[in-house]
């Protein structure tokens, strides 16, 4: 073995497309019942509900809103998408991920209407083999599937991109994240105990990570765009391990910013430095204060992820005498004599994001072989 | 509060093969496939011991195959290797399962090996046992055979794993559906 470069698969599995009943009269006048799931009796008050719920297996142990046909049809009726149309198989369970479901369990997590192609792009997006769900879902790692938000559609849904937008700031994000981490638990059968060894958790894995790039503070194109070519609406979903703060009160150059971020980023236990993993990628998120000095010096992104990288680095020979051996016997310490978090500079993933009081960077490690996946918003 | 309907937010899925498969009879003759990771290698210790044991009992060979990455190109080849390994043997015996990620993976190798219609095992530690029942029958094969060796594994020096490895030989022969006097005789 050797260095193993990342480089996204040629074949593409998609959901077969199914049709269960004709379209011609469409989803919202058609007098046949488009919704397939069981009807389920229960007590609509919320806390008798989600009581039943946690009985079921349905919940994560916040209120839920009772998913009423009233509830679900007026959230379908808002987006004119088919509910049976099958979106992804989701493993473990690789049962048929639709509309419907999808739908379902927006309106228990409390998500809007208007969050649906959101929710059904970052489904898409963790439901491509190259996200490593299979995975990333039986893990004892802490690890949950983060969305990364570009486009005007960050205004229409008031996701956070400035101060506090990892947690805290108050929007409808954590419920669309919620929604996400619903669609896990009940569709893709994702249960802790059961079929997810994860052995901390995480609680991102209550309502993920849904964050928007501030695109207006940028001196870089948008993410999307960036990775996909994607402008406007659209979603990257990224398989985080956590979020690490790095504070800065001393750097005032950019490449002594990036020294400071690339450093942090770097510590031996991390998914990227270990020999049971053949690559990683990781997340950086800087916020604009920084963004603004180094975007001045290194308009090309490309230069901040080469700096970033090179600083991501450990040298070999202080690692522990196992953890190093088993690297060197596949290979992977370089000439340099130092291992290097990420195969190469593009595999580090910056997004400008975050208050306007500076000081801080955020990172978040990925899960070992998952790729980070880009939709378009639609 | 009223009662009310609400919309089952839950998928499952119908299909369940409750067999546990071919058994791998006699040995002597075949070619026996293990499948090791490149993150236990107490894995690596006892599949060495046992691909002797089994050579002792007359087997045509027994072949290796190590996954790794599972995405991107990286995971392509895999798939490909995988495919072409399961196409060359006669019985599968697929580890490691240790962990939750490789616990899902180590399945996954099974069902595809159960699947092209090959006696299969699939190795598990004790920790992960109801796990890897759990994720086989999630998997649509609740009848996956499963080898239980002793938890905690990976982090035993190699003289405490090498008696494990020798002391569930005959177990793993068993759980196989190996047929061991036959084996032996073939061998003789």
Redesign the interface.
Known sequence: MSIVTIAPSHTKVQAPPKQLVSRDCGPDGCEIDWLASPRREADLDIANFTAFAMEQGWGDGLPLVPPTETRVRTFLSLNHRYPDEVIAHLPPMRAECTVEKIVINAVMAGAPPESLPLLIAAVEAVADPDFELYGMNATTASVAPAMFINGPIRHRLGIPFKHGCFGGAASSAAAIGRALRLIMRNVAGQVVGVTSQSTFGSPARISSLCVGEWEERSPWAPLAERRAGIKGDAVTTFGGMGTMNILDTTSQKPAEFLEMIGKSAAYAGTNGFSPAVPFCEVFVAINPICAEIIGKEMPDIEDVQAVLWRNASLPADWLEHLHRGQLEDQGRIRADGRVYLTPEPKDVVVMVCGGTGGLHAAVVHSFGTSLTQTRAIV | ?????????????ADDITSPGPDAGPLAGKTIGIRV???WRAWDWISEIWADEFRKLGVADVKFWRS?????????KMDKELKAFLASIDIAVVGLAN???????TV?DSLAAAAAGLPTVAVATAN?EE?AK??AK???RSGLRVHVLPYPLNERFREDVDPVAYEHFPRLMATMGAAMETSKKAAA
């Open positions: 509060m009223a009662k009310g309907f609400v919309l089952d937010p839950t998928t499952a899925r990771d490149q993150m790794c990455g599972r995405s991107g190109e990286e995971g392509e962990c939750g990620s490789c616990t899902g993976w996954h992960f796990f759990t994720i999630r998997g649509g």
